[in-house]
């Protein structure tokens, strides 16, 4: 079982920035493929951002193609989120998950593992 702790949210105001990360112990974190996910108030989760175990692949919704970027690094167990160019609707809890299968998945229910989300609120 992977355990999973984000951290980085917070209040910002609209153009402004922060950077997310994922702490995550338990099974190899280099196995396993991760995700960000958001769930904005009275809405479903949606994926944000996708990175493979190496890293070498990444995937992003089209709300926020070319805002944000996803990394990891696996000497430090984490998973990082940097959020630029933030807007209103970015507002969401943000959660990062874990997968044990390689493939890019936009789905939710393909993810085995999730932390307990962090709160991003960006204000106009």
């Known amino acids: 079982q992977v355990q999973l702790v984000e951290s980085g949210g917070g209040l910002v105001q609209a153009g402004g920035s922060l950077r997310l990360s994922c702490a995550v112990s338990?099974?190899?974190?280099?196995?396993?493929?991760m995700a960000w996910f958001r769930r904005a108030p009275g809405k479903e989760r949606d994926f944000v951002a996708f990175i493979n175990w190496s890293g070498g692949i990444t995937y992003y919704a089209d709300s926020v193609k070319g805002r944000f970027t996803v990394s990891r690094d696996n000497a430090k167990n984490t998973v990082y989120l940097q959020m630029n160019s933030l807007k209103p609707e970015d507002t969401a809890v943000y959660y990062c998950?874990?997968?044990?299968?390689?493939?890019?998945?936009?789905?939710?229910?393909?993810?085995?593992?999730w932390g307990q989300g962090t709160q991003v609120t960006v204000s106009s």
């Open positions: 338990g099974r190899i974190f280099g196995r396993n493929a």
């Open positions: 998950a874990a997968k044990i299968t390689e493939w890019i998945s936009l789905r939710s229910a393909d993810y085995n593992s």
